[in-house]
């Protein structure tokens, strides 16, 4: 499943590259792939489409397999870089930075977003009992963080000044743009958080049962559990300063997956990689082509398509939400 998935990405990307304001034939693509002659065919499938496709098949995968973590690790189907302080964690630094440290590097806006998501997912899993608590507990420290650092977000929004427009382009999160330097910036974070999950993913079926069986079976939690934390704020922090807070992919692959009845926790990870990253490489198309020559933020798309997951996940979970309520 795996390998299908992973060729209908490649049929998606490739297809990506003959949609834009200038459409290309299949012939033109492949002509400028193999054989580029740097005329205008060239230019945009290797300088504008290819880079922003790649670049929004790494995001996604990251981002889908950032939400598999966060549900393994808490056990809980809510959970989800948008979810659990997250995704809002890494986005309200980098945006403060980006307007009032402007003289700071870049290159550092991942170690920033890191930091923040880091203290965001801490904060909402406190409030949450240390993840151990029912949904709504979950549910309710995340939006509360999530809350809380978008008022801040929003207030930094108000102070920009011009910087608006590209903060709040930002801010809807997109791949317009985006190029072979942005994707070399945040693929190593990406490819670090799921090398991780791949290399761990005997815990994660531990994790998966309980943490009685999981202690029982000697699993250190206290380390195991701040060491997949760790690995699920890596790709968010790599992807937030390029695409920033793309919505809903984190939260909607896992379920998607989880249907497919993967045999292992370890192609369970490959699997939620390659179905992240197609949702949100196909989101990125029709983003700029749905308006075309206007672009929508992929934000927008993906959230579109997850919301009403979400939806048909509290639905799903009614009796419990009550239960705790």
Not at 211 to 229: N, P, T
Not at 239 to 254: E, Q, Y
Request: with cysteine.
């Amino acid at each position: 499943m795996t390998a299908v998935i992973a060729v209908i990405s490649l049929l998606v990307i490739a297809g990506g590259l003959m949609i834009g304001t200038r459409p290309l034939a299949p012939h033109a693509v492949l002509s400028a792939l193999f054989a580029p002659d740097g005329k205008i065919d060239s230019i945009l499938v290797w300088s504008l489409r290819l880079p922003r496709s790649l670049a929004a098949f790494v995001g996604g995968a990251g981002l889908g397999v950032s939400g598999y973590l966060l549900q393994t690790l808490t056990r809980n189907p809510l959970a989800g870089p948008g979810l659990t302080g997250v995704s809002a964690g890494a986005v309200a630094p980098i945006a403060f930075c980006f307007v009032f440290l402007p003289w700071l590097s870049s290159t550092l806006y991942p170690f920033i977003g890191m930091v923040g998501g880091l203290a965001g997912a801490s904060i909402t899993f406190w409030i949450a009992r240390g993840g151990r608590g029912r949904p709504l507990h979950l549910a309710l420290g995340g939006i509360s963080v999530s809350l809380f650092l978008g008022a801040i977000t929003t207030y930094v929004l108000l102070l920009s000044g011009p910087q608006v427009p590209s903060l709040l382009f930002w801010l809807s999160g997109g791949f317009q743009g985006r190029s072979w330097p942005h994707l070399a910036y945040m693929a190593p974070w990406v490819i670090a958080g799921i090398a991780g999950a791949l290399a761990c993913h005997r815990v994660l079926g531990l994790l998966a049962l309980s943490e009685q069986a999981a202690a029982g079976m000697g699993l250190r939690l206290a380390f195991w559990k701040s060491a997949v934390l760790f690995l699920s704020v890596l790709p968010v922090a790599g992807v937030a300063p390029i695409a920033g807070p793309v919505a809903f992919v984190g939260l909607a692959t896992p379920h998607i997956v989880r249907l497919l009845r993967p045999r292992s926790p370890a192609w369970s990870v490959a699997l939620t990689a390659v179905l992240g990253g197609l949702m949100t490489a196909s989101a990125d198309i029709i983003a700029r082509s749905i308006a075309a020559p206007k672009e929508i933020p992929v934000g927008i798309i993906t959230a579109l398509i997850g919301g009403p997951v979400f939806v048909y996940l509290v639905q799903r979970r009614t009796v419990s939400l009550v239960g705790a309520a």
